[in-house]
């Protein structure tokens, strides 16, 4: 069966875009992003990374010239995407430049006459060297470097392209999976979740259902997320014995719908990013994997644990985003897929999460064109180049999804092996959750103690 796409448009899936660190450094500076001006401290901190980030372009453009004789160099069609982003980035008036906004905007907690001290001090480096530089970048990209870049996309086509891959593979999914086996675990997740879907759609329960409600007023949409998170809040406890206490809030966004954690010791909530473009309906299974039990709760209750602070802000991306996409799949405990297309979003959404292990392996280990990738990703109704472009990007980036959300389910299918009707999910998450993010290996190590001690008890009872 040939899927027909949902009506969910690129921008609102949850993953990232393009990974480009005058981007980003240009979207934190507007304050967008995770930075926050809120102190002389704060002001301090981000004027030093402005005049860091000049000396890092000097580096990047040498690196890449270096890269250039090696025969290491991006592909064109992600370098052309570079270029395209920092455009809209660059802005020679510092008065409405990017660098400037989040000083400009956002500055709180301090004098007005400090303020005016660092409006000017951050003035002036914007002139005389932020922008130089960005401009001195950009310029590279545009006039030397798009021209040495490769017309190829996969990383096997690199110098010691499939071992750096591999390598690339075991760091974002914390397993020693090969790309073959990621392949085919991608492979046969596709063919369950598009069996499943296909069943959805052909049900009686879907061929009656009436619409959701859609509307194209964020304010409408926002409070149709709150009203979730109310209705959600009141079942947690089905699955949880722990609650955050850190707030969460909700903000529209013209960028990816992401969220964005809070900290519980300064009084700030987490913030879920809402892009209310689009397809103007709730999706709950957005809200499930980027807010509760997903990333806010995941989060919060590692920042709010007593461990050292490098593993209290630790971001393991096959633990992280793993447990994102597995909460998805507890909207059916927590009766959020009772209308039919509520559970189709949700098939479609972790469509695209498998359709990734398939390609990105494909394009990084199998020698794939872009034509086919793309074709693949089409035949499922997702004609999205630019999730294309971002597999390119970050070769292996894109795998940490799925494989972190099959090793939780193992883990899970095993304790229920072992405890049968003893099982509780509520322990088992408290397991799962109660080191904060770690990488995969060690949560199996960790449930190996679990169930070895498990059975110790047992046997001595």
């Known amino acids: 069966m040939n899927l027909r796409a949902l009506d969910f448009p690129e921008e609102l899936l949850p993953f990232d875009h393009l990974n480009c660190v005058p981007v980003e450094f240009a979207l934190e500076a507007s304050g967008k992003g995770r930075f926050l001006f809120d102190s002389e401290m704060s002001l301090s901190a981000f004027y030093q990374r402005m005049v860091g980030f000049t000396d890092w372009v000097d580096q990047a453009i040498k ?79 545009e006039n030397e470097y798009v021209h040495k870049a490769r017309e190829s996309i996969g990383m096997s086509e690199l110098p010691n392209g499939i071992e750096w891959y591999q390598f690339r593979s075991e760091f974002f999914t914390s397993s020693t999976q ?42 409408k949409l926002i409070n149709g997320y709150a009203e979730l998170y109310d209705l959600t809040r009141q079942k947690i406890e089905l699955l949880f014995n722990d609650i955050p206490k850190t707030a969460l809030y909700f903000e529209e966004t013209n960028i990816v719908s992401h969220y964005k954690p809070g900290n519980l010791e300064k009084n700030l909530p987490g913030k879920f990013m809402l892009n209310t473009r689009g397809s103007g309906f709730v999706s709950n299974s957005l809200f499930l994997h980027e807010a509760v039990p997903g990333h806010h709760y995941q989060i919060s209750l590692q920042q709010e644990m007593k461990l050292p602070a490098f593993r209290r802000l630790a971001y393991m991306g096959a633990y992280i985003e793993g447990w994102g996409l597995y909460a998805e799949s507890l909207g059916y ?54 999730e294309l472009d971002r ?28 405890q049968k009707d003893e099982f509780d999910v509520k322990q088992f998450h408290d397991l799962i959750l109660g080191q904060g993010a770690v990488p995969l290996f ?5 449930v190996d103690d679990y ?11």
């Open 442 to 446: 060690v949560l199996e190590e960790m």
């Open 451 to 461: 169930l070895n001690n498990y059975a110790k008890l047992n046997s001595n009872s």
């Open 391 to 418: 597999y390119i990007a970050i070769p292996a980036q894109a795998l940490s999804y799925k494989v972190g959300e099959q090793s939780i389910l193992n883990l899970k299918k095993r304790v229920k092996q072992s």
């Open 63 to 141: 690196n890449m010239r270096v890269g250039s004789k090696a025969g290491v160099v991006f592909p064109k069609v992600v370098v052309n995407k570079m270029i395209d982003r920092m455009q809209e980035f660059y802005e020679p008036d510092v008065g409405k430049s990017p660098f400037y906004q989040g000083i400009d905007k956002n500055i709180k907690n301090i004098s007005s006459k400090s303020q005016s001290i660092w409006k000017e001090k951050y003035y002036h480096l914007i002139k005389g060297r932020v922008n130089p530089a960005y401009l001195k970048l950009l310029n590279f990209l």
């Open 333 to 386: 405990d927590l009766g959020l897929y009772q209308h039919p297309r509520q559970e189709e979003t949700r098939y479609h959404m972790e469509l695209l999460r498998a359709i990734r292990l398939v390609v990105d392996t494909g394009v990084h280990g199998m020698h794939w064109s872009y034509e086919k990738a793309l074709n693949y990703m089409k035949a499922y109704g997702f004609n999205y180049r630019s």
């Open 178 to 219: 090969t790309i073959k086996e990621i392949h085919q675990l991608g492979l046969n997740e596709v063919e369950r979740i598009h069996k499943a879907l296909t069943k959805l759609q052909q049900g009686d329960a879907y061929k009656g259902f009436t619409s959701l409600e859609q509307s194209n007023d964020p304010e």
